[in-house]
Every structure is written in C-alpha cells, then in structure tokens.
C-alpha cells in the first residue's frame, strides 16, 4: 500500500520561502510513477501545482507558479519537495501530495493520481 507523508508548510510572509517535502512509501524498487502537488483554497477546486515524474525526470507546472517554485527528487529517500519562493498571499491554500500507480502517464489533473496525503497548509500574509 502506497501511503505519503508530507512536511513542511506554514505561514510566511510575501516574498518568502517555503519547502514541502513528501516521503513515498510502498512502491517496489525500480518502479517508474508520478508524483505532485496540488492545492486548495477555501471555496475553490483543488488545482495541480507541478508534477515529477519518477524515473524519468521529467517536470511540468501550473502557469501560475512557473519561475517560482521548482518540484524535484531526492530517490535516495523515496521523497519530492516543493521549494516554492516569492510567495504570494494568492498562493496561501492547503497543499496536497499525489502519486500515481506504476507506469501510468504523468499530468497535472488529478485524473492521473490515485495516492493523497493528509494536506499541509500554507499561509501567505501581505
């Protein structure tokens, strides 16, 4: 069973910095999968934020984050972070880890996840 621990969020300032980590667990060694971050504002739906891909490398982000927050992977510790920089008050939401089942295709909905974390929050003051 694939669970996510995440870490990491808080409350900051406007032009801050943040790091969100989230540790995989359960998935066989070698195996190729997607993993994200997603977020949700009161009120609104959960948006896909950036993914990674699992052995492959390969990245994609929200327009809305592009230049200020960079997904990447440690695979030594089965974990992905979210360095996200110049915050803004806009980014404040409650941050989701996802991973997708072995060797499906990797996108930013979250038709492409099956696995969730507990959500982490992330305040932004002006």
């Known amino acids: 069973q694939v669970q996510l621990v995440e870490s990491g969020g808080g409350s900051v300032q406007a032009g801050g910095s943040l790091r969100l980590s989230c540790a995989a667990s359960?998935?066989?060694?070698?195996?190729?999968?997607?993993m994200g971050w997603f977020r949700q504002a009161p009120g609104k739906e959960r948006e896909g934020v950036a993914r990674?891909?699992?052995?492959?490398?390969?990245?994609d982000y929200a327009d809305s984050v592009k230049g200020r927050f960079t997904i990447h992977q440690d695979s030594a510790k089965n974990t992905v972070y979210l360095q996200m920089s110049s915050l803004k008050p806009e980014d404040t939401a409650m941050y989701y880890c996802?991973?997708?089942?072995?060797?499906?295709?990797?996108?930013?909905?979250?038709?492409?996840?099956?696995?969730w974390g507990q959500g982490t929050q992330v305040t932004v003051s002006s």
């Open positions: 996802a991973a997708s089942r072995p060797f499906r295709a990797c996108g930013l909905s979250i038709l492409y996840f099956d696995y």
């Open positions: 359960g998935y066989t060694i070698g195996s190729n999968y997607c």
């Open positions: 990674i891909y699992i052995g492959g490398g390969s990245t």
